[in-house]
Structure formats: C-alpha cells, structure tokens
C-alpha cells in the first residue's frame, strides 16, 4: 500500500527562510498580523487530515469510481467520499483563504495553496469537487453583483455549496468561439439556458446540497465567436429569497465520461433544457468573469500535478530503499544481504532526484504565485499590484503546462523504479501516472499555455514581463556572481538569462514573417521559461542553506537541498539547450509535411 507524509518541513522552508512570505504580509493590512507559527500550526492540522482522511481513499475510490443513476439524475460518489467531505466542511479547512465578509477564515491564500498540494497528493480525485469552487467563488466575488453575492458566496465560502465551470461543448473545447448554448432572456430578468456541455468536473455528485454552475452561454442578438459569450449562474437547485433551496433547475447530468483517470471524480455531460440563470457581469462579456476562474484553474491544475510529483517520489523512494536487486556497480554496499536495494544504482537516483527537483521546485514557484495573487488583491501599493498582476500572467501558463508535463515525467520515472511491481494497482503507481495524464490535457492544452506565454505574455508586450522577471534573476546574479559556492548555480542561471532574451527576440522576428513560426517553437520554448524560473527558485534554496551552513547549522535538511540543487543544474537545466535548438528549426520541417502526412 502506499503512504504520504505532508511535506511541512519543506513547505516551511520556502515560505519563511527563502521567500520570507510573512515580509510580504505585514505590508498588507489584511495579513499584516500573520506570523509563521500562525501559518505552520493551520498547515499541520492540514496535513493531518489530508494524510489520515483523505489518502486512505484514494485506490478505493479509483476502483469503485462514481455511479450515475439513469432515472434521477444524480451521481453516487465512492464510498467514504461524502463522509470526508463532511469532515471538511465542519473543520472550516472550504473557508480558509475566503473572504471574512462572506464567512471566511481570511488566512493568505499561501495556506490555501499548500493545504491544496497536501489535499492533491492524498487523492486528486476527491479534492476536485471542493478545489472548483474556489475558482466559482472567486469569479463571483470579483464579478458578481451584491445580490448574487449575498446568495450565494456565505454557501460556498462554507463548503455547504461547491461549484463548477461549464464551458466544453461536444463539438468545442478551446476554442469557445465556437459555442452554441443559448441563453433566452425573461421578463423578471432571468434567463433560460438550453444547451449541452461536456467533460464538466464535478459536475454532479452527493456531496454538497447544491451546486453553483457558472455556465458559458450565447444570447440571441449576440456577436459571433468569443466576442458574443456570455457568463451565468446556474444553480442545480433554485434559491429561495431566504436563502433555502427550492425545485430543481432545469440542468442535470445525462452521462458519465470513462476516463484513463480520476475515476472518483464525476466528469459529467450535463444538459441544459431552459434551466433558470442569472446573469454575471456584462452581457457578451462573459471571458472577463471565466478567466478569473479559468486561471484560478491553471494554477490549480498545476498544484494538482505538484501534488502527484510528491506522493509518487515518496513512494519510489521507500521502495528504493527497500527493494534489494543486484549489486552495486562499484562493490557490494550491503554485505550482509544477497543483493544491495536498488536506490545504490546511478540510473535509480537518477529518476528519483529528478522528481525531488521537480517537486521541490515546483513548491517554490507555486508558493511564490500565492503570493502575487495575494499581493494583487490586497497590498496598499497601486504600482506593487500591477508588477505583481503582470508576473503572475507570466508566470500562469508556466505553472500549468511545466509542472504538469514534470508530473507526467515524475510520475512515470518513479513507476519505472518500481519496476514490474509499478503496472500493479495495490502500490498505487499506476494511479499516479494515469491521474498525471490528464493534467497537461485539461483547463486548457500544454501546447495552448506554451502559446498562450510566447504570442501573448512575451512577444504580445515585447517582452516586457519577461524583463521583469529577468531583474529578479539579474538582481541575484549581481548579487552572488562573486561567491564562488554559487557559481554552480549562478553561472548557468546568468547564462540562460542572456541566452533567454536573444532567443525571444528570434522568434518574434521570424513570426513577424510567418506565424508558424510562433506555433512551432511554443512548447519548446516554456520549458526553456520554465527553466529559468525553476533555475530561479533552485538557485535562491541553495543560496539559504548555504547561509544555514556557514552559520554553523548542521540540520541535513540543507545539505540534501544543496545535492538536490546540483542534481538539477547538472541533470536537468541543460534541457534548455537542445529545446533552443528545436525551437530555431523552425516550422518549415513540420508544414511542409504534405506527402508524409497524406
């Protein structure tokens, strides 16, 4: 069976010895009397219940998976699903980062995001009914009007009520331009809804009371494409003035999608036939609100494949400790047994240090855009808001696709040190990898984040933003450049950075001349990004337990940072320069294919 330890250490680590984020906090009012001890007990707790509630359903839940009933409409979640959720609620863990004014706890949003990653190596599955709503919530507390706040936030803030984003259509996904549910306006200024909508997570299920459905519709006089989108709400039972629940809306599940993976949770067709709705925002102006749920989304997504990254490592290395295979290349290291465990062999660490990388430094980054979020929403600084609005659009689309393309690697090395045992359901491995899947699929393809950061968040300003990002790294360069401790992790840093900016400035020009061109280098040239940041993040942990070293902290914890450190400029950095390369082979290889592809 397998086993998860919440990785509070390290979580601790990045927020309050290299990103300092309670710094950040006293500059903003609403946080300003957060503290880390503040921060560390919740997160225990937290830990606690991912690791004692949560994990032990994740393999039952994926074996039985969730059941629809033809008749009525509605979908069983596997057992122990509902009871935990209840848990959940009644421990106040749904209100956390909420806002005080609707029930919340008001805690940074950083708490959020690493119960999330705790919640999300227990059982993905399970912590996608209540980890959609967050993103309901927050469209609706940014576009919603005072009514549609008061009706609904209080319920969702609580956990009573979850939510979902209903945009996929079977003849659409990405491009929802393309869309054709319609929304009929009424008199009392309601409006009727009728359409279909595929591949909706948790789209229907016994957990909560009600759900809140933020449906994407088109109005009769609206323009064609994504101009002509309108956003609603669309609750699965209609609410009372009062606040109880009245019939049921005209909107119910109709099917449930086979899926490779998370099979606990219920990825729903769902049929709208004149289901009541109420309008959010402007009408054609729907993207402004489902964009705020849609990133909420892809940061989401990335912390589920952090999650993932985390819990197969675990795994893999307990049984690379355990697992004797073989001797050693270099002499027997365990005389006293017939063969050595196999975590002796190079290839075997190997796999394992990178998914401790990827893990580790997908922590950092993760917490570090909590934290600009945060600083978006609530810091005094007007300039602070906009830098902090701006690096987070950069950093979004990096977060989804790089992390969870690392997960799909990660998860997949760490089955493969498992060897034939790895294929077997009762380890849990190949749960893991099938769960991973998914991630680079969903909330927007990793070829759609690789597009969207090179035509939209590099090249659509100029590559402003990524300048932005290149003081921080120059800031440290100047700041290390000297310190020969450093020098292996600054001098490669220092170096993509160089190399980062005359690549961008190619491929902007060659897709001034042909678009392709743009398309082409995309996902070779996130992860180059993604890179970069990770370099960052690994260059800055290594910079702290240096410090913790030199002033006389034995604590191997910063020790095995530093080897983890070297592990990733040595092993994995060195992607980027063959990602360059492919990336300035250009597009002429891959659209003048017409006979290869006939």
């Known amino acids: 069976m397998p086993v998860y330890n919440p990785p509070l250490r390290d979580m601790q680590f990045v927020m309050h010895e290299v990103l300092n984020v309670c710094d950040d906090f006293r500059a903003m009012p609403v946080h300003a009397e957060v503290d880390a001890d503040t921060i560390n007990a919740v997160l225990e707790e937290a830990g606690k219940f991912a690791s004692q509630v949560v994990f032990p359903l994740n393999i039952s839940g994926d074996t039985e998976g969730c059941q629809l009933d033809q008749a009525t409409h509605e979908v069983k979640t596997p057992t122990g699903f509902k009871a935990a959720y209840k848990q959940y609620v009644e421990a106040g863990w749904a209100a956390l980062s909420c806002d005080p ?63 979902t984003m209903c945009l996929t259509e079977p003849h659409c996904g990405t491009d929802l331009g393309l869309m054709r549910t319609k929304a009929e306006p009424q008199p009392d200024g309601t409006y009727k809804i009728t359409g279909n909508k595929i591949f909706i997570s948790a789209g229907e299920h016994d957990m909560a009371e009600n759900i809140v459905h933020l449906v994407l519709a088109r109005l009769p006089d609206a323009p064609p494409g994504i101009k002509g989108v309108s956003l609603f709400i669309v609750p699965k039972y209609h609410v009372n003035k009062d606040g109880t629940l009245g019939e049921r809306n005209g909107i119910y599940c109709a099917g449930l999608e086979h899926k490779m993976g998370i099979h606990g949770n219920a990825t729903a067709q769902i049929v709208l036939e004149g289901a009541i709705g109420t309008m959010v925002g402007q009408p054609n102006k729907g993207m402004q609100g489902m964009f705020v749920m849609m990133n909420a989304a892809r940061l989401g997504v990335g912390n589920q494949s952090l999650g993932l990254t985390e819990v ?111 294929y077997i359901k009762e380890w849990g491995m190949e749960q893991y990898v099938r769960d991973a899947r998914i991630n680079m699929i969903y909330e927007g393809t990793n070829t759609i984040q690789s597009l969207d950061l090179l035509g939209r968040k590099v090249l659509g300003n100029n590559g402003a933003t990524l300048k932005k990002f290149g003081k921080l790294v120059t800031a440290l360069v100047m700041e290390e450049g000297v310190n020969e401790k450093m020098a292996e992790f600054i001098n490669p840093l220092a170096v993509l950075g160089e190399q980062i900016n005359k690549f961008t400035m190619e491929l902007g020009f060659k897709g001034l001349q042909n678009p392709d061109e743009v398309g082409a280098a995309a996902v070779d040239y996130l992860r180059v990004a993604g890179h970069l940041v990770f370099g960052y993040f690994w260059a800055r942990m290594a910079q702290t337990a240096l410090r913790e070293i030199a002033n006389g902290n034995t604590d191997p914890f910063y020790a095995a940072k530093l080897q983890t450190a070297r592990f990733y400029f040595a092993k994995l950095f060195p992607e980027t320069a063959t990602l360059m390369r492919t990336a300035r082979a250009g597009s002429k290889v891959l659209m003048d294919t017409e006979l290869a592809l006939a």
């Open 101 to 163: 004014a609707f029930g919340g706890q008001g805690l940074p949003l950083v708490v959020n995001q690493c119960l999330y990653e705790m919640l999300n190596s227990a059982n993905q599955a399970w912590t996608m009914y209540p980890g959609l709503t967050h993103g309901a919530y927050a469209s609706l507390h940014t576009h919603g009007t005072d009514e549609q706040k008061a009706t609904y936030l209080h319920k969702m803030s609580s956990g009573e009520w979850t939510g």
């Open 312 to 422: 197969a490592y675990q795994n893999a290395l307990a049984y690379a400790k355990d697992r004797i295979q073989m001797r050693s290349l270099s002499g027997a290291k365990s005389k006293n047994q017939p063969a050595d465990p196999i975590i002796v062999h190079p290839d075997v660490r190997k796999m394992l240090l990178t998914a401790k990388a990827y893990a580790e430094g997908g922590r950092a980054l993760a917490v570090f855009c909590s934290v600009l979020l945060e600083k978006v929403h609530h810091h005094p600084d007007e300039k602070v808001r906009k830098d902090s609005d701006d690096m987070l659009s950069l950093l979004t689309p990096i977060v989804k696709a790089f992390l969870t393309d690392n997960a799909w690697t990660a998860t997949t090395l760490c089955q493969q040190v498992f060897g034939g045992h790895g």
